[in-house]
Each structure stands twice: as structure tokens, then as C-alpha cells.
């Protein structure tokens, strides 16, 4: 099924049920009013929602109404665990390179994972609102799960069937702020304003074959000003799979209803080494700073200027008959007022 | 006012109003079933539970029952932000030191603060669980302020009037994980469970003139396995105070209704260095990392074990009457099972 949140003044919205073609939708206030509601108690309500979907899929539900990605907040407009990690480590290779750092070996083994801030996610649609474009604006498109309880010590294993929902997310950040916060030696703060997330979330079982369990296979598009930008395949070098980033997570705590975990920054090693843009034949990029990564070493600069405002991001990924899956994240950048 | 949260087997718990004293307590669900949701309207749920909480005080409720602080859960039992903090400088020089890592100057103008992860906080009297406790258990004493929406790039003389409410603190951290964990870059993860807060939070007027509207003057109690460990003052020292922390969290995002916002560690340079402990007439420390290092500075090595599995911890904070203003936190440190 897929499920996503109306904008209805309410600071959590109003959950819906979406056809799988996102033509259509329906409330579902008698099950859940909000996707946070609904996940907190998700034996119960998953049935629910899905013979809802089944229903509606079907065309046997009367109050429907045209579903407007334009309409919709995240599917969690705010959370309680947003954790993201850098699951493609050429992704990761790539942006230490760039600011002139090493990879330590450990990253291959050991999952890097940022905890990110929750509690202002914005919309699909909404302008990415900032008091200054000066500040390195990217987009990073990742794909996210949203997942049940996991208890503490939960093992890869053991983590798979506590995954219950997809998306995907514009991890938007800030390059310029990124150096001297890191330096500080406590991560990410500034650097990571609010993240995006897709119109719909999806369970597994609306993947068919691309989601294996631990991965989902397939392109993920990003289009930067109108131009392709970016399309390497999700289920290629993930170094760390989903799993894995939910067992890191809980190692010494408990993890509630509703945490989201991202995949971090999709990024194929092509050709085996650091690809090459859509334009020159490859499979481009899923953020500004790996191409300009590219550029410093094949020119000595950078030369694809970060987002500044005015400037567009669209992400979004297609089923193999070419279908929306998520709906699309699509973004201005606009000065804070 | 002083509120709680008390547990009723749901994920927030049951709001209620408790009297000064600590000894009565209120439910309040015709004002707000849970915090969060007060907070979420603050506006027009504050002047009701001032309303009720005056009522309380001056005996004027029928219905009332004992206030058990054993009963009470976090007075949020889950957040969508938490931020911490590092607001006393000499702490983190000295906890520097005993990693052998220099505090840049930087340190004392740019607020170092941390990204917490907030799905599950537990209750003042809740057992530390851990899987192990060969990973260097401490404590962190610390005061936290609960705001309401913040709007991106509110300065601090406007963040003032965004703290709310404000409790304390044990924000347990995991010293054997943090060194490999924070050379990744990305910031602490598994090496900051579960944080545990005080029974109550309380409105700024309930402190009088020991809250200036920046900083809370009066010893922060730290007793660990039975023994007098730290009182220092929570206003001396604190080179950010709470509306700058505020306001550093703000610069790129909106903060919504909630947040929590922590000090860091307590900590007083006194006798222009590192301090003493209490046995030795000083005001000891608010966490167990300090007086290792000043055991390492005097005699070569740390002699002060972390905490082990049946080591207690109690943090309180008394009004110059010696009454408890947020009731205490007193926890034992268990093997999860």
C-alpha cells in the first residue's frame, strides 16, 4: 500500500490512503489520523490500511478524491529518530576526498551514521528556506525506511521485518557550514537544515522484485534545474544495507515507532572509479558535491556551482513500466523571510 | 507550575499538574492529555494548567492523589528534537585533556551542541539497560529547557521567551565508544543512550530570582553509589547561556514546539583550575570523565571506575529552602535482557 500525509493545519496532517497509480486517495480517520498514530500501533493497523488499499486499488471506495502531491507534508512531517547514514561509501570516498580527507579503513565495516534533527521535515513541495544561499546549498537524494520497534541489540538479522515502510528524502546540506562543524568534533548541526521526504511512502511489497529485503534496485532520478543530474541504481554498491543500519541504531538503545533511517547519499562506483556525469554516458550523481569532486580532478576546480536561490531539485524514482513510485520531491530554493 | 508525566502503559503517558511540594498531583485531560500536547498549544494550554497548578496549591482540588516519582516516565517521554549542549566550557576542556585533544579558541565563542537522539527517553527512576557495562557507563548532570516553536534565525535576546519549562538531566554517555565513534566525524551515536529526565519540569517563575532568564543559579546534586559526588553551580561558568544555545540551534531550520535543549554538563572552574572533590572540601563534578582527569593530572592515572552493573546515580536540585525543585533522578545501572 502506499500512505501519505495531507497538509490540514494540523502539524501532523492527515494520513491517506493512495491508489498505486497516486491518482486517488481517502482518509482513513476510523483507522489512524495520523501516519505516527498508525505506525505506533501497526499490527492493528497495517491490515487495516491495506484493505483499505486493496479496496480503493480496486475501485470500490466512493469517498475518494484526486490525490495533489502539491497537497502533501512528509509522510512524517515530524519524528521522533531521523538517523542517517552513508551506506555508499564511494559516496563517502568521494566527499572526503573533496574536502581533503582520508577514508580510514573501519568505514567499510562500520557504518557511518549521523543522528539528524526530526521535528521540522518539510513537505515534497515546500521551498528549501534559507537565510543565505552563501552557504554550499546541496541536495543529497537518499532513499529512507521507517520502521516499528526495535528493541535494543536487534541484529541485522533480526532487524529486517521491523522495516515497514519506504520513501525517499532530499537530505539537503549546507557544504560551507560542513568543514568547520565537523571540525568541532560533535557532527552535524547547522550544516543539516530540514530534510524533505516524498509525497507517498510505500510497504515492501508494493517494490515487487526491487526490494529484496535489505536494498531496493532501481534508478533513483535527479533532475538539478531541469537538467538529469543523477540516476545510479539504488541496489548497486550499498555498502551497508538497511538492516545493518537499523541493528547499528539500536546497539545501545531502544528505538521507537516511526524512526526513519537513510540509506545516505546514493552513489555508484562506475567504471571503477568515480564515474562520469549523465552527460558523458555515466549514471551522474545524487548531490552537487560529487561531480564537483569530479571536476577538481579532472580540472583542478570545481566548476558546477552549489544551489543558489531560484534553483530547483527534483527527485524521484520510476517503477520498471516507468510508473512514479514515491511521487517526486520537487524543490526551490528561496531566501528565509 | 510544576507538571509530570505519570506512566499509563501508553507511549506519552498521562499529563498531570503537581503541587509544589511534590506530594499532590493533578490529571488534566480536559486541558492536555500529554506534554506534547500542551506544548504543541502553549498559548492556550498555559494560563489553564497555571489555572489548575494555582488551584492545586492552595488545596482547592478534590481531585487529587499522592505524587509517586516513581511513577513518572520523562516529562516527555519521546521528543522530535533533542540538542545538547556543551555550555560549560571547563568541562570540555577537561574532558579534551583526558582525550588528550585540544579545545580550539573557537570553543569559547561558537557553542558546541550536539544532535541527541530523543525516540525513548526513559523515567527519572527507569534502570540504565545495557548490554555491557565494559563500555565506560557515566553520568552527565545537566539542566535542560523545553521551548516552544522557534523560528529559523531568532537571535538570542528574541529566544528568551521561547523557554517554557525546564527539568533536569542524566545524560548517560558511553566513554569507551565515544573516541572510535566521534573519529568517524560524523558525531555521537551509539555512545549516548538513552537519556534519562527529571519527574517534573517546571515554569520559569518557579525558580524566582534563581532563574535570570538565561541561566539557573543554584548547585545541581550529583550522588553517586550513596557518596556526595558533585555541587557545582549551574550559574557559574556557563559561558553559553540557554538563549544562545536556542538560538545556535535555529540558524537553518525552524525548531518546533517541544525541543529540548540541554546545558551539557555542570561544571566550575574553581580555584582558577580543575577543582576538587567534595571529599576534599571542593564542589566535586557532574560526571565521573572529570574526576578521572584531574586523578590523571595529580597522580598519573585515573582511579575512579565508570559505573558498573548495580552502581546508582541520584541528581537533584534543592531551592535555597532545601526543598527539591524537580524531584530526583536516581537510577541503577542493569544488563538489558
Known amino acids: 500500500m502506499k500512505l501519505a500525509t495531507l497538509k490540514d493545519a ?21 483507522i489512524a489520523r495520523t501516519l505516527q498514530a498508525a505506525i505506533d500501533n501497526w499490527a492493528d493497523t497495517a491490515p487495516k490500511l491495506q484493505a483499505v488499499s486493496d479496496q480503493l486499488n480496486a475501485g470500490e471506495i466512493k469517498e475518494t478524491k484526486a490525490f495533489d502531491q502539491t497537497e502533501c507534508m512528509a509522510p512524517l512531517p515530524r519524528a521522533y529518530q531521523w538517523a542517517d547514514g552513508s551506506a555508499y561509501i564511494n ?20 557504518p557511518l551514521m549521523y543522528q539528524g534533527g526530526s521535528d521540522d521535515f518539510i513537505g515534497p513541495r515546500d521551498d ?18 521507517i520502521t516499528d520497534d526495535v528493541p535494543m541489540s536487534t541484529t541485522p538479522e533480526q532487524a529486517a521485518p521491523h522495516i515497514k515502510l519506504l520513501m525517499l528524502v532530499n537530505d539537503c546540506s549546507l557544504r ?21 521526504f516524498s509525497p507517498v511512502c510505500v510497504t515492501p511489497d508494493e517494490l515487487g522484485d526491487a526490494w529484496d529485503g535489505e536494498k531496493l534496485s532501481l534508478p533513483l532520478l535527479s533532475t538539478l534545474n531541469g537538467q538529469a543530474f543523477g540516476k545510479p541504481d539504488a541496489g548497486v554498491d550499498m555498502t551497508f544495507t538497511f538492516p545493518k543500519l537499523v541493528s547499528h541504531i539500536c546497539k545501545t538503545r531502544n528505538v521507537g515507532a ?18 562520469r556525469p549523465i552527460s558523458q554516458g555515466g549514471v551522474g550523481y545524487s548531490c552537487i558535491a ?6 577538481t580532478i579532472e580540472d583542478g576546480a570545481p566548476k558546477t556551482p552549489f ?15 516507468g510508473q512514479s513510485i514515491f511521487g517526486s520531491i520537487e524543490q526551490t530554493v528561496v531566501k528565509n523571510v
Not at 560551507?176 to 524533505?196: D, M, R, T, Y
Not at 524512526?259 to 572509479?273: C, E, L, P
Open 91 to 110: 559516496h563517502v570516498e568521494l566527499v572526503r576526498k573533496a574536502r581533503g580527507a582520508e577514508l580510514p579503513d573501519s568505514f567499510w565495516t562500520d
Open 128 to 145: 528549501i528556506a534559507l537565510a543565505s544561499d552563501e552557504w554550499g546549498v546541496d541536495f543529497e537524494a537518499e532513499i529512507a525506511v
Open 290 to 295: 560529487e561531480i564537483r569532486m569530479i571536476e
Open 10 to 30: 494540523s502539524r501532523d496532517g492527515q494520513l491517506v490512503v493512495v491508489s498505486r497509480d497516486l491518482t486517488l486517495c481517502t482518509p482513513v480517520p476510523q
Open 176 to 196: 560551507g557550514l560542513i568543514p568547520g562543524e565537523l571540525a568541532k568534533g560533535f557532527g552535524f548541526f547547522q550544516s543539516k537544515p530540514a530534510s524533505a
Open 307 to 321: 544551489m543558489k536561490f531560484g534553483d530547483t531539485i527534483r527527485i524521484e524514482m520510476l517503477d520498471k513500466n
Open 258 to 275: 516511526g524512526a526513519i533511517i537513510g540509506s545516505g547519499t546514493i552513489s555508484n562506483k562506475m567504471n571503477g572509479g568515480p564515474g
